[in-house]
């Protein structure tokens, strides 16, 4: 084979691979259009801010390897989280902000694998919330085990439900 042909053939290759990956991000996309952070206007005291944190990926709950498209929170990428009496804004870089009511949270948690990130067991923080009728886990990866204590105590000051310590699926 020569040289011109094997890369014409590598060429065809990564053009069907991106190709593959383009369509079946576009179906995740379209499937996932139901699922909307309403626009909230969120104005209460600040109990914590973490200006630099690792967002993981959002995921179905009991699903940890399902990411989600949401709108806000499409793509893997540092985060500044805010947790305010009323709610969580959720700012990842390159997105519209995520801002969601204190009505919509549903307790933190913790995990040692999502899509897209496997560590130490407990060692990603995790943010369940509904949007409609489905409850969701956002998943987070702090810098230190004191980010991560701090996160999971202002989400319970504001939180209607209970957090649990572990991941329910482990």
Partial sequence: MSTTTYVALMAVIAAIALIAMGLSW???A???????????ALAGE???HFPRTSYVSTTPEGAPFDRLSVPGLRFKGYAAVTVLSDGVVIAVTGEDPVRITAERLRGSGTASSRVGKAVEPDGLSLLR???G???????FRFASSAEQVAFAEAIDRISPTPSTSQ????
């Fill in 133 to 139: 009728d489905r409850v969701v886990e956002s998943s």
């Fill in 30 to 40: 379209r499937r996932d259009t139901g699922i909307e952070v309403p626009a909230a």
């Fill in 46 to 48: 600040r109990l914590a």
């Fill in 129 to 131: 919330w509904s949007t």
């Fill in 167 to 170: 991941e329910g699926a482990k």
């Fill in 26 to 28: 576009r179906a995740r």
